[in-house]
């Protein structure tokens, strides 16, 4: 009763106990870490020393072969809602995954490009970031795993020249998304007691962003004699 045989994987003996009803054993080994797949096949040896009434019997081996494990990826941290023109952000550490190592990055889609973990944004709308990991010596290339945010545009500052007898209108500046498009409109009744419509001034605009200050003048002719309001709508894109 309570006899044992001893394993041995890889040269490190460990014992298990042999049920006396069934003759079965089974044991726990313990490396300490996972065994690495890159030292696979292990070699395993099964060893009975006997005891007052058997004797020993020959070892039996046989070898196991360790596969990859699978490996997963999870966002922990997502980016939030990004302002263009803002300065470029880091991803590092965004997500994680069970295998330890580092992730990589890569844009799918939207305005926005990568080097390395540093996002860069180049306009705004929705843009989709990936993460990936390509596998290890011990875990298979994940799954890759998309993450989506915003990019909203900022208000932009707008600069007006002055208006001067005899002058051909009024310049109006702001610093624009290029291929973004733009209206201007015009209201001078916001303050003068009359409905608050905003009228397009077709003689300038739409006008479609260069990714630089954009001017326009509008027309002496359109210009009100007192209050006037200006709107630069943008687009969706």
Same mark, same amino acid.
């Given at each position: 009763?309570?006899?044992?045989?001893?394993?041995?994987?890889?040269?490190?003996?460990?014992?298990?106990?042999?049920?006396?009803?069934?003759?079965?054993?089974?044991?726990?080994?313990?490396?300490?870490?996972?065994?690495?797949?890159?030292?696979?096949?292990?070699?395993?040896?099964?060893?009975?020393?006997?005891?007052?009434?058997?004797?020993?019997?020959?070892?039996?081996?046989? $070898?196991?072969?360790?596969?990859? %494990?699978?490996?997963?990826? /999870?966002? =922990? @941290? #997502?980016? !939030?809602?990004? &302002?263009?023109?803002?300065?470029?952000?880091?991803?590092?550490?965004?997500?994680?995954?069970?295998?330890?190592?580092?992730?990589?990055? $890569?844009?799918?889609?939207?305005? %926005?490009?990568?080097?390395? /973990?540093? =996002? @860069? #944004?180049? !306009?705004?709308? &929705?843009?989709?970031?990936?993460?990936?990991?390509?596998?290890?010596?011990?875990?298979?290339?994940?799954?890759?795993?998309?993450?989506?945010?915003?990019?909203?545009?900022?208000?932009?500052?707008?600069?007006?020249?002055?208006?001067?007898? !005899?002058?051909?209108?009024?310049?109006?500046?702001?610093?624009?998304?290029?291929?973004?498009?733009?209206?201007?409109?015009?209201?001078?009744?916001?303050?003068?007691?009359?409905?608050?419509?905003?009228?397009?001034?077709?003689?300038?605009?739409?006008?479609? !962003?260069?990714?630089?200050?954009?001017?326009?003048?509008?027309?002496?002719?359109?210009?009100?004699?007192?209050?006037?309001?200006?709107?630069?709508?943008?687009?969706?894109?």
């Amino acid at each position: 009763m309570g006899e044992t045989v001893t394993v041995t994987i890889n040269g490190n003996p460990e014992t298990a106990t042999i049920n006396d009803t069934t003759g079965d054993f089974s044991f726990s080994y313990n490396t300490g870490d996972h065994l690495p797949v890159s030292g696979s096949p292990y070699n395993i040896t099964y060893s009975y020393a006997g005891n007052g009434y058997l004797s020993a019997a020959s070892d039996m081996s046989t $070898s196991l072969t360790m596969a990859k %494990a699978n490996q997963t990826i /999870t966002w =922990v @941290t #997502i980016p !939030g809602t990004q &302002t263009y023109g803002e300065t470029a952000f880091s991803v590092l550490g965004d997500a994680t995954n069970n295998s330890g190592a580092q992730d990589t990055y $890569s844009i799918v889609s939207g305005p %926005a490009t990568i080097a390395g /973990t540093m =996002v @860069t #944004i180049t !306009g705004v709308g &929705t843009v989709t970031i990936d993460a990936n990991q390509a596998g290890t010596a011990n875990y298979s290339a994940a799954t890759a795993v998309p993450e989506s945010f915003m990019v909203v545009n900022s208000f932009p500052p707008i600069s007006f020249s002055s208006e001067t007898a !005899g002058g051909t209108g009024l310049q109006v500046c702001w610093p624009t998304i290029s291929g973004v498009v733009y209206n201007v409109l015009t209201n001078g009744n916001i303050l003068n007691g009359g409905p608050a419509s905003w009228v397009e001034d077709t003689a300038v605009s739409p006008i479609t !962003g260069d990714g630089g200050t954009d001017c326009v003048t509008i027309p002496s002719s359109s210009l009100p004699s007192t209050n006037l309001f200006v709107l630069i709508k943008q687009n969706s894109n």
